[in-house]
């Protein structure tokens, strides 16, 4: 899935989990608003509790940012207990299995639907970023 397919604005967000409260929400072939969200808000967690959490390590801060760190990876535990939670809800009301298309990349839809391509160089150049950033950070 790319960013710009599944993150939508509040609006689609709010009118999405109305529908799934009532238990006809709507289909999407790729992540539904909420999912597109969750998504961004676990990215964005993992991202901030890995740099607080080295700060922390080579006590750049004092005890408070201990408890940023905690409290960030609290809430990223709550974000993926959520996630998990949206993730079976919309396979049981949609009669589809994703956590198969989620480990995969696989999900069934209309051929207009789908990415019309890949991107390899954008994944290459990604992996080589995280590597980079990951060693910086271990060194």
Not at 113 to 132: H, N, Q, T
Request: hydrophobic content about 55%; aromatic content about 8%; cysteine-free.
């Amino acid at each position: 899935a790319r960013f710009v397919d599944f993150v939508r604005g509040p609006s689609s967000v709010i009118d999405y989990l109305g529908s799934l409260l009532k238990l006809q929400p709507a289909h999407h072939v790729g992540h539904n608003p909420a999912g597109g969200w969750a998504i961004l808000l676990l990215l964005s967690l993992g991202l901030l509790t890995g740099l607080i959490g080295w700060a922390t390590y080579n006590e750049l801060g004092g005890e408070w940012l201990e408890d940023l760190h905690e409290g960030l990876a609290a809430t990223m535990l709550t974000v993926v207990i959520v996630h998990v939670a949206g993730v079976v809800s919309g396979s049981l009301l949609h009669g589809e299995n994703l956590v198969r298309a989620m480990l995969t990349g696989r999900k069934n839809g209309a051929p207009e639907e789908a990415i019309p391509s890949a991107r390899p160089l954008a994944a290459i150049v990604l992996i080589a970023w995280v590597a980079a950033a990951s060693w910086w950070l271990a060194s």
